[in-house]
T-cell receptor, first 114, second 116 residues
């Protein structure tokens, strides 16, 4: 079946620094990937839709300059949290696929900003 | 619509009993729905899906019911086991049809606790 690999699984960074999270589709090509954020004991909130070769589409209230998304190939999307602050600490999850073949999720990245 | 930041409700059941988890979705144009199971610290795991031209779909020990009139989904788990303990989310696909890669919006979620 379809596999989505997300890296790193955990990261701790200092306030003010930037962190990059990678999302790879291992056995299929993904023209579209999705990035979610999940706070403890809450649901997944869609942040943005990542489109291969074009700009990402951000959900309302998500700062595009803070959460930079790059989808340069059909198998890789990256999310960079710029100038991270403690309130950015969260569980970030990517997804790839669609209705035809199903949505597959990565294992998530636990970001802690200290 | 988007899921709001509410804390998850909890359903507690005895091992061996059947579980029913409910979900209300928001967009009447959504026509593809998925149930996911999420264990602590992991990404969501697919359980079962259903398209809007159906009102019931069965899998192994799980059944999903769809009521489009009231925009309601339910997940039934038969003979619930301790390994079923997790958080369960429904998700609705928006923009289905034109591209087959519409965005997936998650519902509130329910924590299922199975007592041995």
């Amino acid at each position: 079946g379809a596999v989505v690999s997300q890296h790193p699984s955990r990261v701790i960074c200092k306030s003010g620094t930037s962190v990059k999270i990678e999302c790879r589709s291992l056995d299929f090509q993904a023209t579209t990937m999705f990035w979610y954020r999940q706070f403890p004991k809450q649901s997944l909130m869609l942040m943005a839709t990542s489109n291969e070769g074009s700009k990402a589409t951000y959900e309302q209230g998500v700062e595009k300059d803070k959460f930079l998304i790059n989808h340069a190939s059909l198998t890789l999307s990256t999310l960079t949290v710029t100038s991270a602050h403690p309130e950015d600490s969260s569980f970030y999850i990517c997804s790839a696929g669609g209705v035809r073949y199903g949505y597959t999720f990565g294992s998530g990245t636990r970001l802690t900003v200290v | 619509g988007e899921s709001v930041g509410l804390h998850l409700p909890t359903l507690s059941v005895q091992e061996g009993d059947n579980s029913i988890i409910n979900c209300a979705y928001s967009n009447s144009a959504s026509d593809y729905f998925i149930w996911y199971k999420q264990e602590s610290g992991k990404g969501p795991q697919f359980i079962i899906d259903i398209r809007s031209n159906m009102d019931k779909r069965q899998g192994q020990r799980v059944t999903v019911l769809l009521n489009k009139t009231v925009k309601h989904l339910s997940l039934q788990i038969a003979a619930t086991q301790p390994g079923d303990s997790a958080v369960y989310f429904c998700a609705e696909n928006i923009d289905y049809g034109s591209s087959n890669t519409g965005k997936l919006i998650f519902g509130q979620g329910t924590t299922l606790q199975v007592k041995p």
